[in-house]
Structures are given as structure tokens and as C-alpha cells.
């Protein structure tokens, strides 16, 4: 990735959201930053930085061996749906990652952020399906809270910055451009909103522009 990017020069604690479990967080997803190349108020592309932590992006439709319930059900449209999964590294030491192809671009992209965080941080895949696999023996990583937590809140930060988010709320602007401008989903920024301890002061800014 490119190493040469513009780096923040702003002090840190400004960088930093006000809660201490959050600014462990958003120290990771900075570093993570830094290693793609992506400037703090530009959005970052997980499509793009998915190869150089051995991932290949897959649709979930590319798996076979999966039975028809099974299909039907992980590749449900509806808001509760399966968001995508990583196998085990194969022998060439790299994984597979499979999003659901019914959702959003913008929502694919915090699925595939939050695999990229899993493998920076070591984390350990355990299967998502009991024993079901595929043809090649691809096994996916079941529901673990603590992981599933941390690498979503890193992910999270990493495609929305507190910086440029904090200044985005102080100068009134919606959770929708906000997400446009980092081509993510308005949940997701909704989230980081409130997660960063900014969601009383962008409730304000939205009352006075009402």
C-alpha cells in the first residue's frame, strides 16, 4: 500500500473519540489507515485493501455444496440477514471472503472492513454453519461476541474517522452526505455518531436546521 500518504497533523488527542475503549479502537483503525494510503477525510476502498491482507472477495452465490434452505436463508433480503463470512486461510495462506450480494454496496463494504479487521487482529475463524462446507472444505467463522464486537468497531472507525466526523456534525451535516462522502451506510454512520459520544450535539445541529 502506499506508505506515503498524507498523515494527520492535528494532536492526537483530537484524532481520538472521548471514551477510553473507543480510543483503543480508533488508534488500531488509524494504523490501519496509514497502512492503505487513505488520508483521514477520504473514503477508504476495503476492495481495494482486501489483497494486500490475502483476502479475495467472493459472492456468497459462488459457494456450492450449500443447500437450498441454507441459501435461501443466508441470502434473505431482509434487514437481519447474514452479511458475509471468512474461511479458514487456505494452503496458500490466504482467505476467501463471501458477502451476500443482495445488500448495498454501502453495507458490504462494513462487512468486508470488519473480515480485513478480524485478520489484522489475529483473530481465530471458527466455523459459522456446524460442519457444513463447501466443495473445497472452506469452513466460516460462527458468532464470537468479543471478536465480532471489536473487529465491527474497528471497521467502523476505519472507514469513518472521528476527526472528519466530528467536524462533519459540528458544521451540520446530515448522517446521509455523510455517508456519501465516505461511501458508507447511514447506519454506519449513525453508529460511529453515537459510539463517539456525538450524537446530542448532531440531534441539536439537526433541530436548528429544521
Known amino acids: ?9 492535528q494532536p492526537i488527542d483530537e484524532l ?3 471514551t477510553a475503549k473507543r480510543r ?3 488508534r488500531i483503525a488509524l494504523k490501519v489507515r496509514e497502512f492503505a494510503g487513505a488520508p483521514l477525510d477520504l473514503p477508504l476502498n476495503p476492495w481495494k485493501l482486501a489483497p494486500f491482507v490475502k483476502i479475495r472477495v467472493m459472492s456468497l452465490r459462488d459457494v456450492q455444496g450449500l443447500s437450498e434452505e441454507s441459501r435461501r436463508v443466508l441470502l434473505g433480503d431482509n434487514g437481519k440477514s447474514w452479511s458475509g463470512g471468512a474461511s479458514r486461510p487456505l494452503p496458500d495462506g490466504w482467505r476467501l471472503v463471501f458477502l451476500n450480494p443482495n445488500h448495498t454496496r454501502e453495507r ?27 466443495n473445497k472444505g472452506v469452513r466460516f467463522r460462527n458468532f464470537d461476541k468479543n471478536q465480532e464486537e471489536v473487529a465491527y468497531a474497528v471497521g ?7 476527526f472528519p466526523l466530528k467536524h462533519a456534525v459540528s458544521a451540520g ?6 455517508a456519501r462522502r465516505f461511501g458508507v451506510s447511514r447506519d ?3 453508529y460511529r455518531i453515537k459510539v463517539c459520544r456525538l450524537w446530542t450535539e448532531y ?4 433541530v436548528q436546521a429544521s
Open 1 to 9: 500500500m502506499n506508505s506515503q500518504a498524507e498523515q494527520p497533523t
Open 16 to 18: 481520538l473519540p472521548p
Open 24 to 26: 483503543v479502537y480508533e
Open 108 to 134: 458490504q463494504a462494513a462487512t468486508l472492513m470488519e473480515e480485513i479487521c478480524h485478520v489484522i487482529l489475529g483473530h481465530s475463524p471458527t466455523r459459522l454453519m456446524h460442519a457444513e462446507e463447501t
Open 156 to 162: 467502523a472507525a476505519t472507514l469513518i474517522p472521528y
Open 173 to 178: 451535516l446530515t448522517a446521509e452526505v455523510i
Open 188 to 190: 454506519l454512520v449513525e
Open 203 to 206: 440531534k441539536a445541529r439537526r
